[in-house]
């Protein structure tokens, strides 16, 4: 795969590579709250071998090998603004014919992108994504907080993100737990969604419930699906890799 620096609206982006398959969709991979390029490790390569589609990983500002974000302080729209981004990056590299990969806040992205830019979002499968604010999502932020400062947490990541770290751990943390973000809420925007979506989550996710995917599949404008994995918690495409592989390669043949 290829990879370089991108500028879109003046922000410095990394981004990772494969268009060696010509006409076919490309597979956007948007990763969570702590994500990265890196961090997908060999999956997006897995399944683009797969589906025979392109593909596309990158890093959101602040985050992995793109520059760091200015501040750590966000609006609480700032998920919008990344799929307004995301769009502005998928001009610029002339994809028409994406297949967004989403997971968790990259999950949320990608619907919000699916909705508001119809033109270019061929399919979504978007994987323990939130479109509302819970206390279970608040429970888990929590403790996530107590490990980064009780264990290595930091340290772990920073071989990742390196001296980005402690500005996207509060940019996450401080946004979400937020008193004006508890009524965060991306219900609106859904029945904008005509693509298909195939909405992936495990049972035992620590950041969210059910609902989160029954609302979203019950609410957007296209057909849409469920894939609930028993015993799975929040990264099913880590935890049972080869189970994600088949079902999204399965629901990305339908579809292109």
């Given at each position: 795969?290829?990879?370089?620096?991108?500028?879109?609206?003046?922000?410095?982006?990394?981004?990772?590579?494969?268009?060696?398959?010509?006409?076919?969709?490309?597979?956007?991979?948007?990763?969570?709250?702590?994500?990265?390029?890196?961090?997908?490790?060999?999956?997006?390569?897995?399944?683009?071998?797969?589906?025979?589609?392109?593909?596309?990983?990158?890093?959101?500002?602040?985050?992995?090998?793109?520059?760091?974000?200015?501040?750590?302080?966000?609006?609480?729209?700032?998920?919008?603004?990344?799929?307004?981004?995301?769009?502005?990056?998928?001009t610029e590299l002339n994809i028409d014919k994406a297949i967004l990969f989403g997971h968790s806040d990259g999950g949320t992205i990608a619907l919000i992108t699916a909705s508001k830019y119809r033109e270019k979002v061929q399919a979504v499968i978007c994987e323990a994504g939130h479109i509302f604010v819970e206390e279970v999502t608040l429970k888990g932020i929590y403790d996530a907080l107590e490990t980064y400062k009780t264990t290595n947490l930091a340290e772990r990541l920073q071989k990742y993100h390196g001296d980005k770290v402690k500005t996207l751990f509060k940019a996450w943390t401080e946004t979400w737990t937020r008193e004006d973000y508890r009524t965060w809420n991306i219900e609106y925007l859904l029945k904008d969604i005509i693509c298909p979506l195939l909405f992936i989550q495990g049972d035992a996710d620590e950041y969210g419930s059910l609902e989160q995917v029954n609302r979203t599949i019950n609410q957007v404008g296209g057909t849409s699906e469920k894939y609930i994995i028993p015993g799975a918690g929040h990264t099913p495409h880590k935890e049972m890799p080869d189970m994600i592989i088949e079902k999204s390669a399965a629901f990305i043949e339908e579809i292109s």
């Open positions: 795969m290829e990879e370089r620096i991108i500028d879109v609206k003046g922000k410095k982006l990394y981004i990772k590579y494969d268009f060696s398959f010509g006409e076919r969709p490309t597979l956007i991979f948007l990763h969570d709250s702590l994500g990265c390029a890196q961090l997908w490790r060999d999956f997006p390569e897995r399944l683009s071998e797969a589906t025979k589609c392109n593909v596309l990983i990158y890093d959101r500002l602040g985050y992995g090998k793109s520059y760091p974000m200015p501040t750590y302080e966000r609006p609480v729209n700032y998920m919008e603004l990344e799929a307004d981004l995301l769009s502005s990056l998928l």
